[in-house]
């Protein structure tokens, strides 16, 4: 979408009181594994809580399961000790990958971490792919709720565009106190000078909808922008989305200050390149490199200014 679509976002957020802030909250997805592949232990993670807010000011972070490398054991004392906060997850896909998370979180997410637990989410675009109805998934995510200590908010993750479309309405009626909103202007293809412009329209599309489907602002879950970022050098180009250290420093200063300018709280994708991570497959059935969405190397060295000045 071209720069007028901004006007479908200023409508959106204007009427949105409850589901954004007067100044967003920056959060960053971090992976359980070190850059050799074995798994974090609680110093590694209260080193990247070290870096982190040292580079951003940032003291929230996100993963994608609560049972991965044992996430949910070292994190959440992490957390504790640096003042973080975190969101869990729980992958539903299989009974066995729910189960596993389920039961991480029954045995780590006590109420010892009820502070620096903010949240689990329950389902990472599990409608996109096509894997529950809204009815199927709301049953995972009350599952799961029953389970947390009080306080600790729960919902699903998914693309702005299945939020926005009626997909996931029964999980808005439902209860969910949590949405997670996944917004990739890189995956839409398009070039970094309309990429601002694309996050902002899918944000507010997706924004309007669970509000409409909600019953209002007032009665509005939660919103964060769940995941969005951009590859720098090293990274696997996408049509006109061009991988490299300029375009990176481009997307997070426009699209993920801008939108935090706007007041709506958002996790950049990721934190740290990750070398281990696999590569993944796009729409068009290409294989795409992951291992440079990082905003810091792997070694926690910032690539660009995330301070958001």
């Not at 973080?84 to 045995?107: R, Y």
């Not at 109420?111 to 599990?126: D, H, N, P, T, W």
């Not at 190397?297 to 958001?308: E, G, M, P, Q, V």
Request: aromatic fraction near 10%.
């Amino acid at each position: 979408m071209r720069i007028s679509s901004l006007l479908t976002l200023t409508s959106a957020l204007l009427m949105a009181p409850t589901a954004v802030s007067a100044a967003g909250r920056l959060g960053f997805t971090l992976g359980p594994q070190r850059p050799d592949g074995s798994c974090k232990e609680q110093r590694d993670f209260e080193e990247d809580f070290d870096a982190i807010k040292a580079q951003s000011g940032s003291t929230l972070v996100r993963s994608f399961s609560s049972s991965d490398c044992n996430i949910a054991q070292t994190i959440l004392p992490a957390a504790k000790a640096k003042d973080f906060q975190v969101m869990l997850a729980v992958w539903p896909d299989t009974e066995e990958s729910f189960q596993k998370d389920k039961q991480a979180l029954q045995k780590y997410a006590t109420e010892e971490f009820a502070k620096q637990l903010y949240g689990v989410i329950v389902g990472s675009e599990v409608f996109y792919r096509g894997n529950f109805t809204g009815e199927q998934l709301l049953d995972k995510i009350n599952d799961i709720k029953r389970i947390l200590p009080k306080g600790v908010k729960c919902g699903p993750a998914d693309t702005w565009n299945k939020l926005a479309d009626g997909t996931a309405d029964a999980v808005i009626r439902g209860g969910a106190d949590l949405f997670l909103v996944n917004g990739f202007a890189y995956w839409q293809a398009q070039p970094i000078t309309n990429a601002s412009a694309t996050y902002f329209y899918d944000m507010a599309s997706a924004i309007a909808h669970i509000q409409t489907v909600a019953g209002g602002p007032d009665k509005t879950p939660e919103i964060f922008g769940g995941e969005t970022g951009w590859p720098s050098k090293g990274g696997t180009n996408y049509g006109p989305a061009e991988a490299s250290d300029e375009n990176a420093a481009t997307y997070f200063s426009q699209s993920v200050c801008g939108m935090l300018t706007w007041g709506v709280n958002l996790f950049y994708f990721s934190a740290m390149d990750e070398p281990g991570k696999p590569d993944s497959v796009g729409e068009n059935g290409q294989s795409a490199n992951e291992k440079h969405w990082g905003a810091m190397t792997a070694d926690r060295k910032a690539k660009y200014d995330l301070s958001c000045k």
